[in-house]
């Protein structure tokens, strides 16, 4: 469709019909060159007759508002501002990727898919790799053809809907007819900027006096996450498809067959996409596309493999929050000398004292650094790094800015090596170095002694429990917890759900402080209430336990299904300590350590925890966990032990499968163990188990029972 197909009458001379004709023919017409511009690369018409067609769309919808269509190029132009993004729990989590920086690395990746699948070595495996886009991660739902809703990844459980601003960008359809199309799929991808278009925005954005965006990445996170999509259709956002989540029904059984399907249904992939067979043919795709980086016109950070099969992608599951099946090959940090101007001191949630450098800015990767960390004392010890070097800097896996190391010529007459201070910036608390008392060695990093009454600490742990993945209180962010802390209004977690039935007795009311209003504060209470039901895993994570990350609480929680049988089995530890079965218990679960049950114990024997924790229970309700991938089977909550060599299965595969079962997979044989699966040559475990009068199967026993379903 050109201008000149386009009727001449005036809009308001249209009859209903006519209109509704032509604001079809204007539909079908302004998508194809969508498709043409955005997929292909191969516009058949100037800009201004593209503006003049969506000007004439306009015009009759504006005549006859209602014959406007469900896929009506307006709905790019931006619907009214919404208030805040709603939440949108993702049907299937958008699980993040293991990293990669060597091809020795990437070698290794290959052979443990080979030997989890039991694979033999001369055996093809095909791989996809691709250019990993440094965007926006998206997921895109489509029903019955028809673009339903749109969220961005979020914690990867839940993100936030940004539907009316995706509906706004050129190269995503909003309707899809092909037949072999599912009823219901999550399209997922990477949302980003080119970077003419990069540069443009921020001519404009300085030409209008507002800020400019650090980088491609931070522009295109920023447009999208608009409240008026009308701002997000001003931006020139693009789209790669490389990826699903639920999905009623796949097109093809392998990776690439997948991302032909959706170059067919109209989706942009990224064309330098290869099919690889093994490892030689990766790596020769990684390096070919490092050298053309540089010249892609828009930014990437390295390549992503996927296994190409996708029953064997199902085989392989996952670990952790990632999925065995892929991995990132991230390229190499870029580096960049500056001048150290100073070496601040930060305390952290958990006491730590950590060196920051602060540097003369310098443009890193596309990214201006101003600061850069130095680890810990021993690093600007070995590295001997001081005040006034010149020193080399790099984006490790092109995010972290860290000091590789400094220039000795460059040194400034009379600059001295830095001495680490032994008291907390903070409070003026002892800071040490604490001896493990298992190894004898010291620890590396110094800590404040001060626990609670030191304020650094406190804001911390405050700042981390309304984290995105602890209990994500929209409106908590960085500046309110310290302006709150500073003003008492909130010193512990606790004081948080009691924020707004103390607001009426203070004199300094939040409604008449700058920046606050009615509307603000009424909002902030509403997210506050949202959050007085939280599940196990945020709930253990929030609490800021050392050596307890995400992944540690999501095992725990795993573990235990409730807080009260955690809290009971983690007490039982405290009371009968290393020497007890309650301490082995925990350290018997998967993916938990000595470690962890060492600050579990630390944690819940002091008493200020634990009361902090009481007066936080009386204000929230703790959900219990649904346990991952379990379902309803006859190993459902056994704990299973597999040991020697197994023929039918590899050891990787049987544990996967158990979890998936909702089984407990534990490292050795106690009283609690239902069943013991021996193969050949099982060896002390077994004879644990026989001496426990623990249940002892075959791997074909085993495999039987868990047929039984």
């Known amino acids: 469709m050109t201008t000149s197909a386009v009727s001449r009458k005036p809009a308001s001379a249209l009859t209903p019909e006519e209109a509704r004709a032509e ?42 508002p209602e014959l406007i269509r469900p896929d009506s190029p307006s709905h790019r132009i931006g619907a009214p501002p919404a208030e805040a993004f709603g939440k949108v729990r993702h049907r299937v989590p958008m699980l993040s990727l293991g990293n990669a920086f060597s091809e020795a690395e990437i070698g290794e ?24 886009i440094d965007g926006l991660s998206i997921s895109i739902r489509y029903e019955h053809g028809r673009l339903a809703e749109a969220a961005t990844r979020g914690d990867g459980t839940e993100g936030e809907n940004v539907t009316a601003n995706v509906r706004t960008i050129r190269g995503i359809p909003h309707t899809l007819g092909a037949a072999d199309f599912p009823d219901v799929i999550d399209v997922r991808g990477e949302i980003y900027l080119a970077h003419d278009d990069f540069q443009k925005l921020n001519a404009d954005q300085a030409a209008a006096g507002q800020k400019v965006f650090a980088n491609p990445r931070n522009a295109a996170a920023g447009s999208l996450r608009q409240l008026d999509p009308k701002v997000t259709a001003s931006r020139p956002l693009r789209f790669f498809a490389y990826s699903w989540g639920e999905a009623s029904r796949l097109p093809a059984r392998t990776q690439w067959e997948v991302y032909q399907a959706y170059r067919r249904w109209g989706f942009p992939t990224n064309p330098l996409a290869r099919l690889c067979c093994g490892l030689d043919e990766m790596l020769a795709f990684y390096r070919e596309t490092s050298v053309q980086r540089a010249t892609l016109g828009y930014d990437i950070d390295g390549i992503v493999y996927k296994v190409n099969r996708l029953d064997l992608q199902d085989r392989l599951g996952f670990v952790s929050r990632s999925p065995r099946w892929a991995i990132a090959h991230k390229f190499p940090a870029e580096q960049a000398m500056t001048i150290l101007r100073d070496i601040e001191i930060q305390v952290g949630r958990t006491g730590a004292l950590t060196p920051v450098a602060k540097l003369e800015p310098v443009t890193v990767g596309g990214v ?69 008392e298992r190894t004898g060695e010291m620890d590396a990093v110094r800590r404040c002694t001060g626990g609670l009454v030191c304020p650094a600490q406190a804001k911390e742990r405050l700042r981390h429990f309304v984290s995105r993945n602890a209990f994500d209180i929209e409106g908590l962010g960085e500046k309110q917890i310290e302006a709150f802390y500073d003003e008492g209004r909130i010193m512990q977690p606790a004081d948080i759900f009691t924020l707004a039935g103390r607001e009426e007795r203070r004199s300094d009311k939040l409604v008449d402080k700058k920046g606050y209003g009615r509307k603000s504060v009424e909002n902030l209470f509403k997210a506050i209430e949202a959050r007085r039901s939280v599940p196990l895993d945020r709930f253990i994570y929030a609490l800021g336990i050392r050596h307890v990350g995400e992944t540690t609480a999501r095992d725990l929680a795993n573990a235990y299904h409730t807080w009260e049988a955690f809290r009971a089995a983690v007490e039982a530890a405290v009371e009968g300590g290393h020497d007890s079965d309650a301490y082995r218990d925990i350290d018997n679960i998967e993916g938990i350590g000595e470690a962890v049950v060492d600050a579990l114990i630390d944690f819940f024997s002091e008493p200020h925890n634990t009361q902090a924790i009481d007066a ?42 158990a979890e998936r079962l909702g089984a407990k997979v534990a490292g050795s044989v106690s009283k609690k163990t239902d069943y013991v699966v021996a193969g050949a040559d099982a060896g002390s475990k077994l004879a644990k188990a026989r001496e426990l009068g623990v249940e002892v199967l075959t791997e074909d026993e085993w495999l039987q029972l868990i047929a039984q379903g």
């Open 23 to 64: 604001l079809a023919r204007l539909a079908a017409g302004i998508a194809r060159h969508d498709r043409l511009y955005y997929q292909a690369d191969a516009p058949e018409i100037s800009d201004a007759q593209y503006d003049a067609l969506v000007r004439r769309n306009g015009e009759i919808e504006a005549r006859f």
């Open 616 to 657: 936080l229970l009386a204000e929230v309700t703790v959900l219990p966990f649904t346990r991952v991938m379990a379902a309803a089977s006859s190993v459902a909550g056994r704990t299973v032990v597999f040991t020697g060599s197994l023929e039918r299965l590899t050891r990787s595969e049987a544990k996967a499968q």
């Open 368 to 436: 201006v650094v101003a600061n850069a960390t130095l680890h810990n004392e021993d690093e600007i010890r070995r590295k001997d790094v001081r005040v006034g070097d010149t020193v080399v800097v790099q984006r490790a896996g092109d995010v972290i800015p860290q000091i590789v190391g400094v220039v000795p010529e460059k040194r400034p007459p009379g600059a001295k090596p830095f001495e680490f201070p032994t008291t907390c910036p903070a409070c003026g608390s002892h800071a040490v170095r604490e001896v493990n």
């Open 109 to 132: 990746f290959v052979e443990r898919v080979r030997r989890f699948l039991g694979i033999k070595p001369d055996d093809s495996i095909e791989f996809t790799a691709e250019p990993k």
